[in-house]
């Protein structure tokens, strides 16, 4: 299964908006939710290079994830692992659309 090769947890921040409105102005306020996610992060391969080339500037502080197939992650969520911060500028399903068990993230640590 899959789910063996998860030796990595990460935790995933997402911020949530709330717009309420006073005298007819509007106003946002901001949630954050924190939970736990099984996955794995490892390097990248010339392949991973390749898909990846033109969006963004490669360097060093680019990793791979990989999860179940059913966790969503939003572009403005904030990954923490490792005691860093990460944010995702890619998601790649290399699968069959008919048997998805698994996503494929690049995250970029934050600077």
């Given at each position: ?7 990595n ?33 490892s ?20 990793m ?48």
């Amino acid at each position: 299964m899959i789910q063996d090769f998860f030796i990595n947890e990460i935790i995933i921040k997402k911020r949530n908006a709330i717009t309420s409105y006073v005298n007819w102005i509007s106003k946002k306020t901001y949630t954050e939710e924190s939970k736990p996610i099984k996955c794995r992060i490892s390097s990248l391969s010339y392949k991973d290079l390749q898909l990846i080339s033109d969006t963004d500037n490669i360097q060093r502080n680019v990793m791979k994830m990989y999860t179940n197939a059913n966790v969503e992650i939003d572009p403005k969520d904030i990954i923490q692992w490792d005691w860093k911060e990460w944010t995702v500028i890619a998601h790649y399903m290399p699968q069959d659309k008919s048997k998805i068990h698994h996503s494929k993230f690049f995250i970029k640590k934050v600077e």
